[in-house]
């Protein structure tokens, strides 16, 4: 079975520039997650996407949005974009909705990543 | 909030030598608890994880035990091998999206 799937892999954009990120999830997973993970650093949640509808937003500015399509497929949208957004952008699925994980329900997948380099 | 802190690397040791990595953690409630690994140039794969206190997680030979009582989730292993060198991840989750420590660089030599 395919895992969670990303793309582009890698992408180099300029300041002021807009980037869209997509993410296929496990087959039957309905939850996807969005993080971003600066060089050095652990990934910080930017998002996450249940059955189409936000349930979840990180402290990030309103240049990040996101959203889930029919298929559970989702795209991350970074407009504006400044030398900081530089980092691995990683996508995460799961079955569940985000709860605890006593049954391994909303225990997340992550896919390999999107690199986003700013110049 | 929900915090989790992990040593700093990086740490280099010997092929088969014993691997400790410490974490605590800061949560409300009764946090699930987790090791990520991360291979050069590759996403995050869970490696272990333990849903209540006591519990024991274990794969690949890697190690964590969930103790309430001191908030650890220390991660061990007897005998590490080169194969093993990647950033280990300590990362919590409650009611809340997962949260993760900065990362342990592991890297062993032959």
């Known amino acids: 079975d395919a895992g969670v799937t990303q793309s582009p892999t890698h992408l180099i954009k300029t300041r002021g520039q807009q980037v869209t990120l997509r993410c296929s999830p496990i087959?039957?997973?309905?939850?996807v997650s969005w993080y971003q993970q600066v060089l050095g650093q652990g990934p910080q949640f930017i998002f996450q996407?249940?059955?189409?509808?936000?349930?979840g937003r990180g402290n990030f500015p309103d240049r990040f949005s996101a959203r889930q399509f029919p298929n559970y497929s989702s795209e991350l949208n970074v407009n504006a974009l400044l030398l900081g957004d530089s980092a691995l952008y990683l996508c995460?699925?799961?079955?569940?909705?985000?709860?605890?994980?006593?049954?391994?329900?909303?225990?997340?997948?992550f896919g390999a990543g999107s690199r986003l380099t700013v110049l | 909030g929900n915090s989790v802190t992990q040593m700093e690397g990086p740490v280099t040791l010997s092929e088969e030598a014993f691997l400790t990595i410490n974490c605590t953690y800061t949560a409300t409630g009764y946090p699930s608890l987790f090791w990520y690994v991360q291979y050069p140039g590759e996403g995050l794969q869970l490696l272990l994880k333990?849903?209540?206190?006591?519990d024991k997680g274990s794969n690949k030979g890697f190690e964590a035990t969930y103790r309430k009582e001191t908030t650890s989730f220390h991660l061990e292993k007897g005998s590490v091998q080169v194969s093993d060198s990647a950033v280990y991840f300590c990362a919590l989750k409650g009611n809340t999206p997962l949260v993760f420590g900065k990362g342990t660089r592991l890297s062993v030599i032959a």
């Open positions: 996407y249940y059955e189409k509808e936000e349930r």
């Open positions: 087959s039957g997973h309905k939850s």
């Open positions: 333990a849903t209540k206190a006591d």
């Open positions: 995460a699925s799961s079955l569940g909705r985000g709860g605890r994980t006593w049954d391994g329900a909303n225990v997340l997948t």
